[in-house]
């Protein structure tokens, strides 16, 4: 049987004020840039979900995981991005360097990272699983970036038309004394080390920026996701992966975008051409313009 490969594209703009303590995200290039990896992966040939704002829950985000890693056998791909708000909660298992366990927004709660993992988990030896990230997972972003008001009056824009994608200090903070008594805050955030150990599928991670980072959006869309569908150039590009983030790179000042593995790095995985199973383009057959998208842009210039 050939390979197959899938994508699920998350894009959260608008939080669900009664989980975020009257916050509501107020972002504008999440969903777009969720909907520029849709146009990729459906270029490259996947099978695509998408999973946007309101329907973009966690239950909705971990139930569609969990439907792809029971079907995904060895030499399948499985591409799942995010775009929106990150956060991060105090680690309570000691697993972090910094402390810290990141978190992303989903529109119900935070999705802590050690969720993320324990559902990565679930899938197969052989199968690789390609996680793109464009948001924020740093904490000093709240310190910097993050507006000192009530969050229930916020706007559309803090101060100079800058809008953040690291929650407001209030928010996280609320979040923080909220989860401590929680389950979020309590049984699901897990021992990275054990759950690390049972991961059988090869993960790269491609993420927006360093920990220590904001990533920024530009024009309605975020400078990373801009950068990835420059660099990729309507399926032009047919690289690997590592010279790829290295193009992406030379076009953010900002930022510093990088590669990581959820386990152990897999060579062949990393010099495959990007977004494809490595056996083969997927978009073999495909009419040239359906490998073609461009970025719009509109006028806005924010901090994620």
Known sequence: MPASASALCIGV????????????????GAVRDAEAMVTIATAQGMSVASLTDEYATTSHVLDHIKQVAD????????????????????????????????????YDRELVDDEIYDALAAFKPGVRVLVVLDSCHSGSVVADFAPAVDPST??????????????????????????????????????????LSNLQASVLVLSACADDEEAYETDGYGDFTSALVDVWNGGDFTGGYEEFMSRIAERLTRQTPGRSWGNAEDPAFLASSVFTT???ALTDGLPADARKMSIQTTSESSVR
């Not at 703009?13 to 504008?28: S, T």
């Open 13 to 28: 703009n608008q939080l669900d004020p009664r989980a975020y303590g009257g916050f509501k995200g107020f972002l504008y």
């Open 71 to 106: 079907s995904a056998v060895a030499g399948d791909l499985f591409m799942l991005t995010f775009s929106g708000h990150g956060a991060q909660l105090p680690d309570r298992q000691g697993e972090e360097a910094d402390r810290l366990d990141e978190t992303w927004c989903l």
């Open 154 to 195: 916020l706007g559309p824009t803090f101060g100079s038309g800058v809008r953040s994608r690291q929650l407001p200090r209030e928010v996280e903070l609320q979040n923080r004394e909220r989860n401590g008594s929680t389950r979020q805050g309590t049984s699901l955030q897990i021992n990275h080390s054990n759950v």
């Open 278 to 280: 490595g056996a083969g």
